[in-house]
């Protein structure tokens, strides 16, 4: 199905420095490493966004429980048929669109059945004025001439019909959520892509205090370990300015993390309010195409019902309809003479 437009995956990163959690360093390689393994073992960083591993965090509560909200089910990333990192909040972007393209064909779909509708009224006016067996007399001739108009009365009932499919189904459906939709899913496309990108740098920032302070730490092991070799007031004030470094390092990944998990709230934030809204949107389409709909079936059974009225008189002429009687009439007015031949006389 091609849609009317695609959007770029601007919402999605596919950085290979944002595959991989680290941690920061600490006093001794050992205590990194286990610090290392343990947050390897219950988070994992996809595309800049940590995530809790599901075997070794606790079943999350879900924001609408039972409501299989957009809010809850669309916050990782997955890959398209082509390889390409899509964002869960792309996914819901799509899902608007195709929306936008079934409504569309839908238009098209009641389009050609007011055509259908036209040329079935064109042909029924046509039919009805043929003088086929415009000579039936009687009670009988008088049923045909009704059956003859009621094509004409018939022909006027589906032009009625497709003159309100054009009004009261096609139009909505076209004008439904007109020119400016495009542009609103770009607004919310760009706004979540922006916020991505902001957490992207915030990451980047994170990681590069991260390898500040591992620097900082081993810097401050190897003064150590010549401290126990050679002790000397210059070793010690070297010692001393790199535990200072290496406080001051571990203070600024604090603060880079507190700022990255402030922008993270932001996002999740600004995809909850934005998912939540592209789920009401979805709703709003469904119920006014169904409320179309139903205005389609409505117009269809009156359609039925007129039809059915222009037969009446029909039927009422057939129930009327006396061989006797037209042979009657006929007689009395084609007959030749009542004198019945005799015999001859000698």
């Known amino acids: 199905m091609e849609m009317e437009e695609s959007f770029d995956a601007e919402g999605s990163f596919d950085d290979a420095s944002c595959l991989s959690p680290q941690s920061p360093g600490s006093t001794s390689p050992a205590r990194r490493q286990n610090k290392e393994k343990e947050i390897k073992e219950t988070k994992i960083t996809i595309n800049c966004v940590t995530f809790p591993v599901p075997t070794s965090a606790p079943e999350q509560q879900l924001l609408k429980p039972s409501e299989w909200s957009y809010c809850d089910y669309f916050w990782a990333d997955k890959r398209d048929p082509q390889g390409a990192t899509v964002s869960g909040f792309e996914v819901l ?22 055509k259908i509708e036209e040329e079935y009224a064109k042909n029924l006016s046509k039919l009805s004025m043929f003088p086929m067996a415009a000579q039936e007399e009687g009670t009988l001739g008088e049923a045909w001439a ?8 018939e022909a006027e ?27 609103d899913m770009k607004k919310y496309d760009h706004h979540i892509a922006d916020l991505r990108k902001q957490l992207v740098s915030r990451y980047a920032a994170v990681e590069k ?5 591992a620097d900082r730490q081993k ?8 401290l126990e070799i050679k002790l000397s007031n210059k070793t010690e004030e070297d010692i001393k300015k790199a535990r200072r470094k290496s406080t001051q390092a571990g203070q600024s990944i604090k603060d880079q993390m507190t700022m990255t998990d402030s922008r993270t709230a932001t996002t999740l934030s600004a995809s909850d309010y ?8 979805e709703v709003e389409r469904v119920e006014t195409i169904q ?22 008189p029909v039927d009422q002429l057939l129930q009327s309809v006396d061989p006797a009687k037209d042979r009657e009439l006929w007689v009395k007015e084609h007959k030749t003479g009542d004198l019945r031949p005799v015999d001859m006389d000698i």
């Open 209 to 213: 205090a991260r390898k500040a302070l």
């Open 219 to 226: 810097d401050l092991e190897v003064k150590t370990q010549q």
């Open 146 to 153: 009704q059956l003859k108009k009621s094509l004409a009365d």
């Open 274 to 281: 934005n998912s939540t809204e592209l789920e009401r949107l």
């Open 157 to 183: 009932v589906h032009l009625k019909f497709s003159s309100k499919l054009q009004s009261e189904v096609e139009k909505p459906l076209l004008t439904f959520r007109g020119d400016n939709f495009k542009k």
């Open 291 to 312: 409320q179309l709909l139903h205005q389609y079936t409505t117009l269809r059974h009156e359609t039925d019902m007129f039809n059915q009225s222009t037969m009446e």
């Open 93 to 114: 972007l799509q899902k608007q669109l195709k929306g936008k393209q079934m409504q569309k064909e839908m238009a098209e779909f009641i389009r050609e059945r007011i």
